[in-house]
């Protein structure tokens, strides 16, 4: 199973992203999907999830600005990033978790962010 993550790039403040991240290969079934990010000298943070019910959980510091969507006929989970600061600026991590011959827990090889004027 691999991920394919795409959609960053450098944006104002107060502007918008989304971020997309497709999986492919024998998949059975997609469980919890989430981004995460990690910003320069910091530890990666969660961001946010959603399962496979569609329930979803937010970081305090990105409640009511970014939402998480997955398109699961597409393989694909996304991030709508809106009212974006300079403190969003991470290197952004897909996360998948799912069952395929095996259980598997994959990352995608990250998209940078970067929110500046």
């Known amino acids: 199973v691999q991920l394919q993550a795409s959609g960053g790039g450098l944006v104002q403040p107060g502007g918008f992203l989304r971020l997309s991240c497709a999986a492919s290969?024998?998949?059975?079934?997609?469980?919890?999907m989430a981004w995460h990010r990690q910003a320069p000298g910091k530890q990666r943070e969660l961001v946010a999830l959603?399962?496979?019910?569609?329930?979803?959980n937010y970081a305090d510091s990105v409640k009511g600005r970014f939402t998480i969507s997955r398109d699961n006929a597409k393989r694909t989970v996304y991030l709508e990033m809106n009212s974006l600061k300079p403190e969003d600026t991470a290197v952004y991590y897909c996360?998948?978790?799912?069952?395929?011959?095996?259980?598997?827990?994959?990352w995608g090889q990250g998209t940078l962010v970067t929110v500046s004027s």
């Open positions: 290969g024998s998949i059975f079934r997609l469980n919890d």
């Open positions: 996360n998948v978790k799912g069952l395929a011959i095996v259980p598997f827990n994959v």
């Open positions: 959603i399962n496979s019910g569609g329930n979803t």
